[in-house]
């Protein structure tokens, strides 16, 4: 249960153990991917890492502005300083200081469903132990469940190894165990059925139906009392309705001077601002700022767009107290690590549809010039060394 993640590398394969759920991340997301763009539905903008030095945040601009590609004939007579000056190679010694820097600050690509999980889990426990127990985390591969519907379909699988590893963990808080939380009792029996044997300190249950704008009734309350006598809460997919009760947890925790950890997995608890408007909603706004998101992994599936030449697809990952990163699916690229390109880095968010496209394109264009170039190369004779 290291709460290491080693530089992206080719050794990084052999990080977890496999297990039935051991398969590579990029076969786990192509069998899983959507075609209707970024399905994000993230609750909160992240708060900064505060782990990053202003060396790698500057680096980060860095790497959003400039690959690294260049064809085999370009490289060779950069390494050699061909026709540089020595500022020239002062300033592309220093550019490439920066981007390695970025890279190696970067949140790597998983490279296998189990190694996900068990980030997760790390960066969740990790963030416990400095205090840090308003937490979210973000799923989605544009997948669902054949047989369960909504948010909760999409992330029914990533939850069930989340809770299962973390009950396992010798690094629990104290308390009663993880105690996983579902918007009602018709979703709590349902996934009862689908997970199988369950630890003995895991147990499955649901949000009480508290209603928004009235105090709480006793047995509300009894119910939150019983259940914040866990050692961490995992809250699966909470929408709007569950919003009350959510707010509740941390107000009856507060109320009995309790710190455990709670976890919002795919959490949209705001979906019509018009529903919640007023002091709920500055409430819940207030909220949504204090909360850490320590696991975001998103797959990001551009459109044809009729080009010659397709887009790839990308990913999106954070793993705290790292950066979010958009690593570009490209195994072809000389340039990728574990099949992958880092695109862009972000302290603050997760890059949106519109960034990911802009990213992307970029790229392409860079390719078909890189291909251009190759192409004079061999039509003046050149010899591509």
């Known amino acids: ?24 991340w990029r076969s786990h997301a192509s069998a899983l991917r959507h075609q209707s763009g970024r399905g994000s539905s993230s609750m909160v903008a992240p708060k900064k890492a505060s782990h990053l030095s202003a060396a790698v945040a500057v680096a ?7 690959r690294r590609r260049a064809n085999p004939v370009q490289k060779q007579l950069q390494s050699l300083g061909a026709g540089m000056t020595e500022e020239k190679r002062l300033a592309m010694g220093m550019r490439e200081e920066m981007v390695q820097a970025t890279i190696e600050a970067s949140t790597p690509v998983p490279q296998s469903f ?3 999980v068990t980030w997760a889990c790390s960066a969740a426990l990790r963030a416990a132990e400095e205090g ?13 469940d054949a047989q369960v519907t909504g948010e909760l379909g999409g992330v029914l699988q990533f939850g069930e190894q989340v809770a299962k590893t ?20 018709g979703a709590k029996s349902l996934v009862a059925t689908r997970w199988g044997d369950l630890p003995e300190n895991l147990i499955l249950d649901h949000l009480p139906p508290v209603l928004p704008k009235r105090e709480l009734r006793m047995e509300e309350r009894m119910k939150l009392n019983e259940i914040l006598e866990s ?9 709007q309705s569950e919003m009350a009760a959510v707010l509740a947890i941390f107000d009856v925790m507060k109320d009995l001077g309790k710190k455990v950890p709670v976890i ?28 850490l998101p320590v696991f975001h992994l998103e797959q990001f599936d551009p459109e044809d767009d009729k080009d010659p030449l397709p887009l790839n697809s990308a990913v999106i990952v954070r793993v705290w107290p790292r950066p979010y990163s958009v690593w570009e699916d490209n195994p072809e690229d000389p340039e990728a690590i574990d099949g992958y390109f880092l695109l862009d880095v972000n302290e603050q968010q997760p890059q949106d549809f519109q960034d990911c496209l802009t990213f992307l394109k970029g790229s392409r264009e860079l390719t078909k010039r890189m291909r251009l170039k190759e192409r004079q190369e061999r039509d003046k004779g050149g010899k591509l060394l």
């Open 1 to 24: 249960e290291s709460y290491q993640i080693k530089p992206p590398s080719r050794a990084m394969e052999g990080v977890v153990a496999p297990s039935t759920l051991g398969e590579s």
């Open 60 to 66: 980060s601009l860095a790497a959003a502005a400039v």
């Open 114 to 116: 189990d190694q996900a």
């Open 132 to 144: 840090q127990n308003r937490q979210s985390m973000y799923f989605n591969t544009g997948a669902e």
């Open 166 to 185: 973390l009950a396992y963990s010798n690094k629990l808080p104290e308390g009663n165990g993880v105690r996983v939380l579902f918007t009602d009792f």
């Open 231 to 239: 050692s961490i809460l995992l809250v699966v997919a909470p929408n």
């Open 264 to 291: 919002l997995l795919n959490a949209r608890l705001v979906q019509d601002t018009t529903a919640v408007a007023g002091v709920m909603l500055r409430n819940f706004r207030a909220f949504e700022g204090t909360l």
